[in-house]
């Protein structure tokens, strides 16, 4: 028989008087704690309380961005192009097609727009990322007054993916050091695997994982491609969460390289279009318009403008230019194929898993074709960054190299003009082949007409409004404690039961390098802005593009006062959406300059063995001053590999150690200049150093140095403004090498210290000659 004891009793009871009796400390109420729930003495007397997990509305769909770069109007199949791209066609049979879609006339602008449903010199972006020009419009970074897509569904409740290129980050933040702000876990996103800046080399890219940098996993030698690597990312999140997290929405934004520069491929995707172009740009531009007629894309009385400026005509090519330019349009359209491929590996997932009929994709370019080169076309993008004329003998000399790993290429402007078909001008303008592009939605079972065609105009900051009517979601009006901006876009989701009648949106302007244009209800005005001239003596063009697809009738001087009304239309809107102040500075491109407190702003900087990849607009800025490069090693006998390498065999330096010699190699643009040490170097703890002395514009003295001993010494008669778009390595060579001497990374054997750049004060000083010796 057991005995029941007695609670014992306390050494110090505590008072039994009403008056006396303290409520316990864990009953008050607390500010943490929902008054729902009750926290006792004990669970015995206390009530739990579990907060609830933020849901979407029942039924709101999964969301697929997926967005192209650099890829014209008419570049798809299903916009009238002989490339082929089945997976995006055949989305477009599931979808819609939208033939009067536009966006801004560069990337940056139009990512902005289309994460925020803002436009873009209101959120902070009317240029690049990689600048910020002093205005509140052009800090090359969404503004926090603009919450994200992404940050207003993952508040409701989605997961939230971002894979491929960011851009909308300031580029002299993404290093490793951040500030991470504005990188996409930043902004609103779980996930991210992809690149920060414009571009990357798609055999050896500059990837970013989360808010860290990794290396690519394998290869180009074992097949590896970024486009495929994006595509095996955004499955393998996808998998983690509809695995794990079934009921959980979720919204991708997959932003492929494909078709930027550098045009690269697997050699098979180049040799699918053999004697495909041989009939020349001016044939296949006329081709794809007929396909475009009977697609009904565009009105049958279209015709197509002359040729831009600066294109000749293709029966004025000798047999080289056209074999380069044959090449080079090759390795676009393989680059496009294979990454249409991808994409349909992840439309298959979707399939797989049963989540398509309930996935709706969005699948646009960002803006019109490029011109990133001379109208010959390149195979080394970074002659045009430094004005370094393209002939077809330079090109020539590299043709098996195109679409590879050493190649940097870029296609001839005929090309570009045929993928804008059959609009006018490219990418950076305002005219149609700046802003008009292709665009898809496609969501099974909740369209009226699968397949179909619609007309009406809209404009990249219409996806986000849709986006968020269609998934029952309201955009906020404070977000984060922060006021928000009110969408600019109209959504276009009444277009997914009715094909007919008007566009809801009433009008939508454009503006870039001091490049003007604006819609309202059919027609459009336009003008193309020479740097310097005045913005208010420049001639517009007038055009009903209701009645004139590839604006070729200008109407400016048949009806001067629609075109006066839709100037003063301009001003209002510019007024309404912090277009000012007017800026057409064009040489930021060609002649960076760092901000004020930014990390290129440093004179002296000191990296230590273990740094990740410095991305280019976060290196050191050596460019046209002097300067010097040490490195503190600890030298053994046979002790060899790269001290430093920025860029790769398109262009850059690298300063190693080979064969008992120190060595410096200036690699302009495949034109190199070698500095090599006298005698052996000596062993032990030793300073290393390259020493560089300004003489002229662009040119200079360099000098390698040992314990301070000059040991070699070279004249620079040409250096570069840009030195790479691929990052900096500290310990290591960027692939393919800068220099011929090295064949891989080439790490250095040794016991490296540190490396310590010095900049000189002399970079804005050039002499009425040209000559400071």
């Excluded at 500010?31 to 004990?42: A, L, N, Q, W, Y």
């Excluded at 001067?560 to 209002?572: F, H, Q, S």
Aim: overall charge negative; glycine content about 10%.
């Amino acid at each position: 028989m057991t005995t029941k004891k007695s609670a014992p009793t306390p050494a110090n009871p505590a008072p039994t008087t009403a008056t006396n009796v303290a409520a316990p400390a864990a009953a008050r109420p607390r500010e943490d704690f929902p008054t729902s729930g009750h926290i006792g003495r004990s669970h015995h007397e206390s009530s739990p309380w579990f907060d609830p997990k933020p849901r979407p509305p029942a039924g709101a769909p999964n969301v697929i961005y997926v967005v192209l770069d650099d890829v014209g109007y008419s570049d798809l199949g299903c916009f009238g192009s002989e490339i082929r791209t089945p997976h995006m066609d055949a989305l477009a049979q599931k979808g819609l097609r939208f033939s009067n879609f536009h966006t801004t006339t560069l990337c940056s602008p139009t990512r902005a727009c289309l994460l925020t449903g803002r436009n873009h010199h209101s959120v902070g972006m009317r240029y690049l990322s990689n600048f910020d020009m002093g205005w509140p419009s052009g800090r090359g970074a969404i503004s926090h007054k603009a919450a994200t897509i992404a940050e207003m569904l993952r508040d409701v409740g989605y997961g939230t993916f971002a894979v491929g290129k960011w851009h909308i980050a300031p580029t002299d933040e993404a290093s490793a050091a951040g500030p991470f702000g504005q990188w996409p876990l930043g902004r609103g996103f779980d996930r991210f695997y992809g690149f920060m800046n414009g571009s990357t080399d798609h055999y050896h890219p500059e990837l970013i994982e989360d808010n860290h940098p990794v290396r690519a996993p394998d290869s180009p030698e074992n097949g590896y491609h970024l486009s495929a690597d994006l595509v095996d990312q955004a499955i393998r999140m996808l998998s983690n969460q509809v695995s794990l997290l079934p009921a959980k929405p979720f919204f991708l934004n997959l932003a492929l390289g494909a078709g930027h520069w550098p045009h690269q491929a697997p050699a098979e995707y180049l040799a699918r279009y053999d004697g495909v172009y041989e009939a020349g740009w001016d044939r296949i531009r006329e081709q794809r318009l007929a396909k475009q007629k009977v697609m009904g894309l565009v009105p049958e009385a279209t015709e197509l403008p002359p040729s831009n400026p600066g294109v000749q005509p293709w029966a004025e090519l000798n047999d080289d230019q056209r074999r380069v330019s044959v090449r080079l349009q090759q390795a676009y359209a393989g680059f496009l194929e294979h990454a249409d491929e991808q994409l349909g590996r992840l439309v298959a997932f979707l399939d797989k898993t049963g989540l398509r009929d309930n996935t709706m994709i969005v699948l646009l370019s960002d803006n019109g074709a490029s011109t990133d080169c001379g109208p010959e076309g390149t195979t080394n993008i970074l002659r045009w960054f430094n004005q370094i004329p393209d002939s077809t003998e330079r090109n020539l000399a590299d043709i098996d190299d195109i679409g590879g790993p050493r190649s940097a290429s870029n296609y001839p402007w005929g090309w570009a003009q045929v993928s804008n078909t059959p609009t006018r001008l490219y990418k950076g303008y305002t005219h149609g082949g700046g802003v008009r592009d292709p665009l898809i939605v496609s969501w099974p079972g909740h369209i009226a007409d699968e397949g179909a065609i619609r007309h009406q105009f809209h404009h990249v900051t219409d996806v986000v409004p849709t986006v968020l009517e269609l998934c029952g979601v309201k955009a906020p009006e404070v977000y984060r404690g922060t006021p928000q901006l009110p969408i600019h876009g109209t959504s276009f989701a009444y277009l997914f039961g009715q094909g007919e009648g008007s566009s809801r949106k009433e009008v939508q302007y454009f503006e870039m390098y001091g490049h003007r244009g604006i819609w309202h209800k059919g027609w459009k005005a336009v003008t193309c802005h020479a740097p310097g001239e005045s913005f208010e003596l420049e001639d517009w063009e007038l055009y009903h593009l209701d009645e004139d697809f590839a604006e070729t009738r200008n109407l400016a001087k048949e009806q001067p006062a629609k075109l006066r009304e839709l100037i003063e239309r301009w001003w209002a809107e510019a007024g309404k959406y912090d277009v000012m102040p007017m800026d057409d500075r064009r040489d930021l491109l060609f002649r960076p300059r760092p901000k004020p407190g930014s990390i290129r702003a440093q004179t002296r900087f000191t990296f230590y063995p273990g740094i990740a990849p410095i991305p280019a607009e976060s290196a050191p800025l050596t460019q046209d001053v002097s300067h010097r490069i040490a490195a503190e090693v600890d030298l053994r006998e046979g002790d060899e590999g790269t001290l430093v390498a920025f860029g790769n065999c398109n262009g850059g330096y690298s300063m190693f150690v080979k064969g008992g010699q120190l060595f410096y190699v200036y690699n302009r643009c495949g034109e190199m200049t070698r500095l090599a040490s006298r005698g052996a170097l000596p062993l032990g703890r030793v300073t290393l150093a390259f020493e560089f002395r300004k003489t002229g514009l662009l040119k200079g003295v360099g000098a390698l140095l040992a314990n301070g001993e000059q040991i070699a010494e070279a004249r620079f008669e040409t250096t570069m403004r840009r030195l790479s778009i691929l990052p900096m390595h500290i310990g290591r060579s960027g692939l393919p090498a800068v220099a011929d001497e090295v064949t891989d990374a080439f790490p250095f054997s040794g016991r490296l210290e540190k490396i310590t750049y010095e900049l000189g004060g002399d970079r804005d000083i050039v002499p009425p000659d040209g000559d400071i010796d």
